[in-house]
């Protein structure tokens, strides 16, 4: 089941859509740029998630307020000296602007991560790698499951283990940490025994052999060239415009942002214009189906 309208497109511009996302978020430290993509990230991410959503969001904004205030401890550069400590230790305006800075680069990646484990599924990853590099691409399928399914099934071990009295979150502090122990060896060898399985199902099954054919449920069609089209032109305009010094900037040892001029406003535009496509999509079905829904 497809979690949004995005999510239904061929796997193929998912990736490229995250890949840009991504990358561009980790090279683009102007402070325009870090709030578009700290924002739209966010929105998509509670677009997906909802309510639900907002406990990672809350997390992710108080390591933001940690970096940010924590950068001028480690990184006395710069000129604007804002007080002393600890000896003569220098707590400068442009590490805290630097820390602030690194921080939106950082929730904005995670964001964007976590709106990625949740769009790009297992099978889409099958999907474009698994025959390229058919080993790593079942492994790395793997690893990025092994979280959330060792939430939940650690969540039935101590659900059923408190059918039985040996509660996870009573007693001694001996028996919490015996309790945990058992919890952490049930997981493992859960684990170990799914690897196994796993393993010897996709060895009968014949994958990654040579000229072994598979089935697969999307198709690269007309909707799919018209997105991946205006995708990559926007991505072509925001680097033609960072090229040209639209996202210059630097922190160290002054706050140096380089003019607005008609790069900067087309590349912000490109950029935004080009992290809205899945909110858009998905904030206008929702608007769709509740229209259906009211029967108006």
């Not at 400068?92 to 602030?100: H, N, R, S």
């Not at 040209?244 to 950029?271: D, H, L, R």
């Not at 998905?282 to 108006?296: F, P, Q």
Request: glycine share 10%; with cysteine; proline share 2%.
């Amino acid at each position: 089941m497809e979690t949004d309208k995005f999510s239904a497109y061929n796997p193929i511009i998912g990736f490229l859509f995250f890949m840009g996302a991504i990358f561009m978020g980790m090279f683009f430290i102007h402070p325009l740029f870090l709030c578009v993509s700290g924002i739209l990230s966010i929105v998509y991410y509670l677009s997906l998630k909802g309510q639900k959503g907002l406990k990672l969001v809350g997390i992710l904004l108080c390591v933001l307020t940690a970096i940010t205030l924590l950068n001028p401890v480690f990184n006395m550069l710069g000129d604007t000296l804002l007080f002393t400590y600890l000896g003569g230790r220098r707590y400068t305006l442009e590490a805290l602007y630097y820390g602030m800075a690194t921080g939106a680069m950082f929730l904005s990646i995670m964001m964007w991560f976590a709106c990625y484990n949740i769009a790009m599924t297992s099978d889409k990853f099958i999907y474009l790698f698994g025959r390229l590099i058919p080993a790593i691409s079942l492994i790395f399928t793997m690893v990025l499951r092994l979280i959330p399914n060792y939430q939940k099934r650690a969540n039935t071990i101590t659900g059923a283990r408190k059918c039985i009295g040996k509660s996870a979150g009573k007693g001694s502090r001996r028996e919490l940490v015996k309790n945990a122990s058992v919890v952490i060896s049930v997981l493992a060898g859960w684990a170990l025994e799914d690897a196994v399985v796993t393993a010897d199902s996709m060895r009968s099954r014949g994958y990654g052999l040579k000229g072994r054919t598979s089935f697969c449920i999307y198709r690269f069609g007309k909707r799919d060239v018209s997105l991946l089209a205006i995708m990559l032109a926007l991505i072509s305009s925001v680097i033609l415009c960072a090229v040209n010094g639209a996202v210059k900037v630097s922190y160290i040892p002054a706050v140096t942002i380089s003019g607005m001029n008609g790069y900067s406003y087309f590349g912000i535009t490109a950029y935004a214009v080009f992290l809205m496509i899945p909110s858009i999509m998905k904030i206008s079905e929702e608007i769709k189906w509740r229209i259906l829904r009211s029967g108006i």
